[in-house]
T-cell receptor
Framework: GQSLEQPSEVTAVEGAIVQINCTYQTSGFYGLSWYQQHDGGAPTFLSYNALDGLEETGRFSSFLSRSDSYGYLLLQELQMKDSASYFCAVRDRGGNTPLVFGKGTRLSVIA | KAGVTQTPRYLIKTRGQQVTLSCSPISGHRSVSWYQQTPGQGLQFLFEYFSETQRNKGNFPGRFSGRQFSNSRSEMNVSTLELGDSALYLC?????????FGPGTRLLVL
Protein backbone atom coordinates (compact mmCIF):
# COMPACT_ATOMS: atom_id res chain seq x y z
CA GLY A 1 0.00 0.00 0.00
CA GLN A 2 0.87 3.63 0.04
CA SER A 3 0.88 6.37 2.65
CA LEU A 4 1.55 10.08 2.30
CA GLU A 5 2.20 12.49 5.13
CA GLN A 6 1.78 16.24 4.91
CA PRO A 7 1.05 18.89 7.54
CA SER A 8 -2.62 19.49 8.15
CA GLU A 9 -2.42 23.27 8.38
CA VAL A 10 0.01 26.04 7.51
CA THR A 11 -0.40 29.80 7.97
CA ALA A 12 1.72 32.37 6.16
CA VAL A 13 1.76 36.10 5.54
CA GLU A 14 0.84 37.70 2.24
CA GLY A 15 3.95 38.26 0.14
CA ALA A 16 5.98 35.64 1.99
CA ILE A 17 7.19 32.20 0.90
CA VAL A 18 5.76 28.95 2.22
CA GLN A 19 6.88 25.35 1.81
CA ILE A 20 4.50 22.40 2.12
CA ASN A 21 6.25 19.10 2.68
CA CYS A 22 5.15 15.63 1.68
CA THR A 23 6.74 12.33 2.61
CA TYR A 24 5.54 9.11 1.09
CA GLN A 25 5.85 5.39 1.55
CA THR A 26 5.04 3.31 -1.51
CA SER A 27 5.95 -0.11 -2.78
CA GLY A 28 7.06 1.49 -6.04
CA PHE A 29 7.15 5.04 -7.31
CA TYR A 30 5.87 6.66 -10.43
CA GLY A 31 5.93 10.37 -9.71
CA LEU A 32 4.67 12.94 -7.22
CA SER A 33 1.89 15.35 -8.10
CA TRP A 34 0.43 18.39 -6.38
CA TYR A 35 -3.16 19.61 -6.53
CA GLN A 36 -4.83 22.74 -5.22
CA GLN A 37 -8.41 22.87 -3.98
CA HIS A 38 -10.25 26.01 -2.96
CA ASP A 39 -13.20 25.74 -0.59
CA GLY A 40 -16.22 24.53 -2.51
CA GLY A 41 -14.16 23.84 -5.60
CA ALA A 42 -12.62 20.87 -7.36
CA PRO A 43 -8.96 19.91 -7.07
CA THR A 44 -6.85 21.35 -9.88
CA PHE A 45 -3.46 20.12 -11.05
CA LEU A 46 -0.42 22.18 -10.10
CA SER A 47 2.69 20.16 -10.84
CA TYR A 48 4.25 16.76 -11.40
CA ASN A 49 7.75 15.48 -10.59
CA ALA A 50 8.98 12.17 -11.91
CA LEU A 51 12.68 12.85 -11.45
CA ASP A 52 14.71 14.41 -8.66
CA GLY A 53 14.98 18.16 -8.63
CA LEU A 54 12.99 21.32 -8.83
CA GLU A 55 10.20 22.11 -11.28
CA GLU A 56 9.17 25.75 -11.50
CA THR A 57 5.88 27.12 -12.78
CA GLY A 58 5.50 30.79 -12.11
CA ARG A 59 5.19 31.46 -8.39
CA PHE A 60 4.90 27.74 -7.65
CA SER A 61 7.77 25.25 -7.56
CA SER A 62 7.81 21.58 -6.68
CA PHE A 63 10.76 19.53 -5.54
CA LEU A 64 11.36 15.80 -5.38
CA SER A 65 14.01 13.63 -3.74
CA ARG A 66 13.31 10.01 -4.56
CA SER A 67 16.10 8.74 -2.29
CA ASP A 68 14.44 10.48 0.67
CA SER A 69 10.86 9.69 -0.44
CA TYR A 70 10.21 13.37 0.02
CA GLY A 71 8.90 16.29 -1.90
CA TYR A 72 7.65 19.78 -1.31
CA LEU A 73 5.60 22.49 -2.89
CA LEU A 74 7.01 26.01 -2.65
CA LEU A 75 4.73 28.99 -3.04
CA GLN A 76 6.37 32.38 -3.46
CA GLU A 77 4.98 35.90 -3.25
CA LEU A 78 1.93 34.59 -1.49
CA GLN A 79 -1.40 36.10 -2.36
CA MET A 80 -4.69 35.91 -0.50
CA LYS A 81 -6.10 33.81 -3.32
CA ASP A 82 -3.52 31.10 -2.53
CA SER A 83 -5.53 30.25 0.59
CA ALA A 84 -6.65 26.72 -0.24
CA SER A 85 -5.94 23.07 0.47
CA TYR A 86 -2.93 21.49 -1.20
CA PHE A 87 -2.66 17.76 -1.80
CA CYS A 88 0.32 15.67 -2.75
CA ALA A 89 -0.41 12.47 -4.67
CA VAL A 90 1.52 9.48 -6.00
CA ARG A 91 1.15 6.53 -8.31
CA ASP A 92 3.16 3.62 -7.06
CA ARG A 93 3.08 1.05 -9.81
CA GLY A 94 2.95 2.76 -13.14
CA GLY A 95 0.75 4.96 -15.24
CA ASN A 96 -2.31 2.75 -15.04
CA THR A 97 -2.48 2.58 -11.26
CA PRO A 98 -4.66 4.97 -9.29
CA LEU A 99 -3.50 8.32 -8.03
CA VAL A 100 -3.42 8.17 -4.23
CA PHE A 101 -3.72 11.43 -2.32
CA GLY A 102 -2.43 12.70 0.98
CA LYS A 103 -4.95 14.18 3.39
CA GLY A 104 -4.11 17.71 2.35
CA THR A 105 -2.57 20.82 3.86
CA ARG A 106 -4.83 23.76 4.48
CA LEU A 107 -2.93 26.96 3.74
CA SER A 108 -4.20 30.21 5.21
CA VAL A 109 -2.66 33.40 3.89
CA ILE A 110 -3.05 36.33 6.25
CA ALA A 111 -2.48 40.04 5.72
CA LYS B 1 -13.11 21.67 -24.60
CA ALA B 2 -15.76 21.39 -21.93
CA GLY B 3 -14.50 20.20 -18.57
CA VAL B 4 -15.58 17.22 -16.54
CA THR B 5 -19.23 17.46 -15.61
CA GLN B 6 -21.08 15.76 -12.80
CA THR B 7 -24.76 15.49 -12.02
CA PRO B 8 -26.47 16.10 -9.75
CA ARG B 9 -24.46 18.68 -7.84
CA TYR B 10 -26.33 18.18 -4.58
CA LEU B 11 -28.33 15.30 -3.26
CA ILE B 12 -30.12 14.49 -0.03
CA LYS B 13 -31.04 10.90 0.72
CA THR B 14 -32.09 8.90 3.74
CA ARG B 15 -30.43 5.85 5.21
CA GLY B 16 -31.16 2.66 3.33
CA GLN B 17 -31.84 4.36 0.02
CA GLN B 18 -29.64 4.04 -3.01
CA VAL B 19 -28.16 6.74 -5.21
CA THR B 20 -26.69 7.00 -8.70
CA LEU B 21 -24.22 9.71 -9.64
CA SER B 22 -23.18 10.57 -13.15
CA CYS B 23 -19.93 11.84 -14.64
CA SER B 24 -19.04 12.92 -18.17
CA PRO B 25 -15.29 13.15 -18.83
CA ILE B 26 -13.54 15.61 -21.05
CA SER B 27 -14.13 14.70 -24.68
CA GLY B 28 -11.57 12.15 -25.83
CA HIS B 29 -10.63 11.00 -22.35
CA ARG B 30 -11.26 7.31 -21.83
CA SER B 31 -10.36 7.01 -18.16
CA VAL B 32 -12.73 8.01 -15.38
CA SER B 33 -11.81 7.78 -11.71
CA TRP B 34 -14.07 8.29 -8.72
CA TYR B 35 -13.05 9.64 -5.33
CA GLN B 36 -14.84 10.19 -2.04
CA GLN B 37 -13.81 13.29 -0.13
CA THR B 38 -14.59 13.80 3.53
CA PRO B 39 -13.08 16.33 5.97
CA GLY B 40 -11.28 13.73 8.02
CA GLN B 41 -10.09 11.33 5.33
CA GLY B 42 -9.22 13.54 2.39
CA LEU B 43 -9.58 12.13 -1.11
CA GLN B 44 -10.06 8.39 -1.12
CA PHE B 45 -9.96 6.41 -4.33
CA LEU B 46 -13.08 4.42 -5.17
CA PHE B 47 -12.48 2.98 -8.63
CA GLU B 48 -11.27 3.73 -12.12
CA TYR B 49 -12.83 2.77 -15.43
CA PHE B 50 -11.08 2.66 -18.78
CA SER B 51 -12.81 1.70 -22.00
CA GLU B 52 -15.84 0.35 -20.12
CA THR B 53 -13.72 -1.90 -17.87
CA GLN B 54 -12.92 -1.41 -14.22
CA ARG B 55 -9.16 -1.06 -14.20
CA ASN B 56 -8.58 -0.32 -10.50
CA LYS B 57 -10.61 -0.56 -7.33
CA GLY B 58 -10.13 1.04 -3.96
CA ASN B 59 -10.89 -0.32 -0.54
CA PHE B 60 -14.61 0.34 -0.33
CA PRO B 61 -17.44 -2.09 0.42
CA GLY B 62 -19.43 -3.72 -2.34
CA ARG B 63 -22.26 -1.24 -1.78
CA PHE B 64 -20.20 1.09 -3.97
CA SER B 65 -20.24 0.13 -7.62
CA GLY B 66 -19.76 1.79 -10.94
CA ARG B 67 -19.84 1.37 -14.65
CA GLN B 68 -18.71 3.11 -17.79
CA PHE B 69 -20.55 3.43 -21.05
CA SER B 70 -19.22 3.30 -24.59
CA ASN B 71 -19.18 7.12 -24.76
CA SER B 72 -16.91 7.13 -21.67
CA ARG B 73 -19.60 8.55 -19.41
CA SER B 74 -19.56 6.88 -16.04
CA GLU B 75 -21.98 6.28 -13.23
CA MET B 76 -21.41 5.23 -9.66
CA ASN B 77 -24.04 3.69 -7.46
CA VAL B 78 -24.21 3.44 -3.72
CA SER B 79 -26.79 1.07 -2.32
CA THR B 80 -28.15 0.87 1.22
CA LEU B 81 -26.87 4.30 2.13
CA GLU B 82 -25.33 4.88 5.53
CA LEU B 83 -24.83 8.16 7.40
CA GLY B 84 -21.09 7.81 6.86
CA ASP B 85 -21.57 7.95 3.09
CA SER B 86 -22.21 11.68 3.36
CA ALA B 87 -19.37 13.20 1.38
CA LEU B 88 -18.31 15.00 -1.75
CA TYR B 89 -17.98 12.53 -4.62
CA LEU B 90 -15.53 13.62 -7.27
CA CYS B 91 -14.86 12.12 -10.63
CA UNK B 92 -11.85 12.83 -12.79
CA UNK B 93 -10.61 12.09 -16.26
CA UNK B 94 -6.97 12.20 -17.20
CA UNK B 95 -4.24 12.59 -19.73
CA UNK B 96 -0.83 11.21 -18.80
CA UNK B 97 -0.09 12.61 -15.36
CA UNK B 98 -2.79 15.25 -15.11
CA UNK B 99 -6.17 14.48 -13.63
CA UNK B 100 -9.03 16.84 -14.34
CA PHE B 101 -11.70 16.86 -11.69
CA GLY B 102 -15.35 17.64 -12.01
CA PRO B 103 -17.12 19.93 -9.52
CA GLY B 104 -18.37 16.98 -7.51
CA THR B 105 -21.68 15.77 -6.16
CA ARG B 106 -22.30 16.63 -2.54
CA LEU B 107 -24.31 13.82 -0.96
CA LEU B 108 -25.98 14.19 2.39
CA VAL B 109 -27.45 11.09 4.00
CA LEU B 110 -29.99 11.71 6.75
Amino acid sequence: GQSLEQPSEVTAVEGAIVQINCTYQTSGFYGLSWYQQHDGGAPTFLSYNALDGLEETGRFSSFLSRSDSYGYLLLQELQMKDSASYFCAVRDRGGNTPLVFGKGTRLSVIA
Amino acid sequence: KAGVTQTPRYLIKTRGQQVTLSCSPISGHRSVSWYQQTPGQGLQFLFEYFSETQRNKGNFPGRFSGRQFSNSRSEMNVSTLELGDSALYLCASRTEETQYFGPGTRLLVL
